[in-house]
């Protein structure tokens, strides 16, 4: 967790550096952080790579859907707030899905990355 001190003595709070660098929540000094949802994090992904939650979250093989799914996947289990049972349930898959999903994401990071 990173830190970046804004105007108005406010204090931003990168969520996951690695993952999620631009999904950011600005508080007040001494306020609670408060912890992101599992839809909002979607909402603003779907919005980001041009897709709807729906079709995150539906069934569809395709790979235009399902990749970025796997890496909305990985990215929700990154942030250590959920287990993967609460993030299959929240796609209507089965956890074993999720770790498939986690897997298959980190082992395609070096292509898309470099």
Same mark, same amino acid.
């Given at each position: 967790m990173s830190l970046d001190y804004?105007?108005?003595a406010?204090?931003?709070?990168?969520?996951? =550096?690695l993952a999620a660098s631009h999904y950011v929540v600005t508080v007040r000094?001494? @306020?609670p952080v408060p912890k992101p949802t599992m839809?909002?994090?979607?909402e603003r992904f779907a919005e980001?790579?041009?897709l709807s939650v729906g079709e995150l979250r539906g069934p569809s093989r395709y790979r235009y859907v399902a990749w =970025?799914?796997?890496e909305l996947m990985w990215m929700l289990r990154r942030q250590g707030l @959920?287990?993967?049972?609460?993030?299959?349930r929240f796609f209507s898959k089965d956890h074993s899905t999720v770790i498939h999903s986690c897997r298959a994401h980190q082992e395609r990071m070096p292509y898309l990355l470099g």
């Open positions: 804004g105007s108005d406010q204090l931003s709070v990168i969520v996951d =550096p000094p001494g @306020w839809k909002a994090i979607t980001d790579r041009g =970025p799914r796997q @959920w287990t993967f049972p609460q993030i299959a």
